[in-house]
């Protein structure tokens, strides 16, 4: 047997990027989504109103 192959095999299959990159955006989303609502929450309460949300989108 060379040292540059070897018969060792992963133990997990490798997730393909996309899906991790795809996976992360979608958490930075939800987090600004959070934000914006204890945000829209504190001036609620504060103005005694309903506040309207922006829609978030990646554009």
Same mark, same amino acid.
């Given at each position: 047997?060379? %040292? *540059?192959?070897?018969?060792?095999?992963?133990?997990?299959?490798?997730?393909?990027?996309? /899906?991790? $990159?795809?996976?992360?955006?979608?958490? %930075? *989303?939800?987090?600004?989504?959070?934000?914006?609502?204890?945000?829209?929450?504190?001036? /609620?309460? $504060?103005?005694?109103?309903?506040?309207? %949300?922006?829609?978030?989108?990646?554009?």
């Amino acid at each position: 047997m060379s %040292l *540059l192959t070897s018969s060792v095999q992963p133990t997990r299959p490798v997730p393909p990027v996309f /899906s991790i $990159t795809w996976r992360a955006w979608a958490d %930075l *989303l939800a987090g600004a989504r959070g934000v914006l609502l204890a945000e829209a929450g504190l001036q /609620s309460s $504060t103005e005694g109103r309903k506040i309207e %949300l922006p829609e978030l989108s990646l554009n």
